[in-house]
């Protein structure tokens, strides 16, 4: 299990939305070869951290200790992406340690490595919450993070990107490749099943308005709960292209517009809150409707609407109540776990 250091760690990435707009886009490779990446690290970090070399003492170690590496420019090229990701810093008598580097260098816990890498490049992250749901080809891959992460923009046939991204988690002993489709290692399905579970015990939400929970139920006597949840943009970004960017719903297929449901409440069930199988994206007044207990989903994927729910609008006439009863064929993918369905139902008070 990831300690009480991980934890924070996990807490802080939350917090900070992924660190937004400061992540990093193009992740560079380090030398050793498409799975040493995490070695390389290591190694570099360990000469630095003991020599503290001038910049030519670690130009000429680079020359060194891989075969073929003479362009000063290719060395450089690397140590700059370590020193954006924080792990080394030039100083005006020679490289050391920064913040990251201390972090992780002396232990060389896998998981803080990981966390760092997350936290500072676009794309990591979700794209191994994805493999552990299906294996991918390099081209499903590439498809994949530019779907998901629209600020990555490189030209969709060019894979170089892609494949630096799986090479990271392959050298973390994250992803395996077979022939050719990559998939989630053992050790990569435990990190995405402590990730889930701590990232969602540690996301916080604002205060919530009282609903006005009546006895008859109907669009103009309900308030609907206002709420600001910390949610992992790159968790929310894999769960709508699970769903094509759509609610199952209402079919508003626009991002801005969906948010996140959870099947068991937020607030009732913390350990729950990332755990992709507790979630759908619905359009906003369909997330409402939906917390506010107007309709819901059997095991079967059948909308139920509460018997007493009366309208007038046309939308919410149209969504759900004239498709009572009906299969959503949008959950055949499979993503929704069917027995957090039937925990909810069996709360509901007109089931």
């Given at each position: ?15 900070c939305?992924g660190?937004?707009?400061a992540r ?9 070869g498409g799975?040493?990446?995490?070695k390389?690290l ?10 503290e ?9 680079h ?8 362009s ?23 490289w050391?340690l ?25 794309g ?23 779907s998901?992460?629209e ?5 969709p ?16 002993d994250l ?5 050719n489709q ?14 889930q579970?701590?990232r ?5 939400e604002a ?31 894999v769960v ?17 517009l969906l948010?996140?449901?959870?099947v ?23 997330h ?12 079967d ?8 729910f009366?309208?007038e ?7 759900l109540?004239?498709?009572d ?5 949008a ?21």
């Open positions: 299990m990831f300690g009480r250091r991980h934890m924070e760690l996990s807490r802080h990435y939350v917090m939305g660190m937004g707009d990093i886009r193009s992740m560079v490779p380090l030398f050793g799975d040493s990446y995490v390389t290591d190694r570099t970090l360990q000469y630095i951290a003991s020599a070399p001038t910049h030519g003492e670690l130009i000429e170690w020359r060194e200790q891989f075969a073929n590496v003479e000063q420019g290719s060395i450089e090229r690397r140590l700059r992406y370590l020193e954006s990701l924080g792990f080394v810093q030039q100083g005006v008598d020679g050391r920064d913040t990251a580097g201390q972090r992780y260098f002396p232990e060389q816990d896998s998981k803080v490595l990981f966390d760092i890498m997350a936290e500072r490049n676009v990591l992250q979700s794209l191994l919450f994805e493999l552990a749901a299906r294996p991918m080809t390099i081209e499903e891959i590439n498809a994949f993070l530019l998901t992460n600020v990555l923009g490189w030209t046939t060019k894979t170089d990107m892609a494949k630096q991204r799986v090479n990271w988690l392959r050298s973390l992803v395996a490749r077979q022939t990559y998939q989630v290692t053992t050790l990569g399905q435990q990190f995405v099943d402590e990730i579970s701590i969602g015990i540690w996301a916080e205060v919530e308005s009282e609903s006005n929970r009546e006895t008859e139920y109907s669009a103009t006597e309900y308030q609907s709960v206002t709420s600001s949840r910390a949610l992992d943009p790159e968790f929310r970004a709508l292209h699970r769903y094509d960017t759509t609610c199952p719903v209402s079919t508003v297929d626009h991002s801005r948010d996140i449901a959870h068991l409440p937020w607030s009732d069930y913390p350990d729950y809150r990332a755990d992709f199988g507790n979630v759908l994206p619905l359009s906003k007044t369909h409402a409707a939906f917390d506010a207990e107007l309709f819901t989903l059997d095991t994927y059948r909308l139920q609407v509460h018997p007493n009366e309208t609008s046309d939308l919410l006439q149209r969504t109540l004239h498709r009863g009906e299969t959503l064929s959950f055949a993918n499979g993503h929704l776990d069917p027995t957090y369905l039937e925990m909810r139902n069996d709360s509901l008070g007109w089931w």
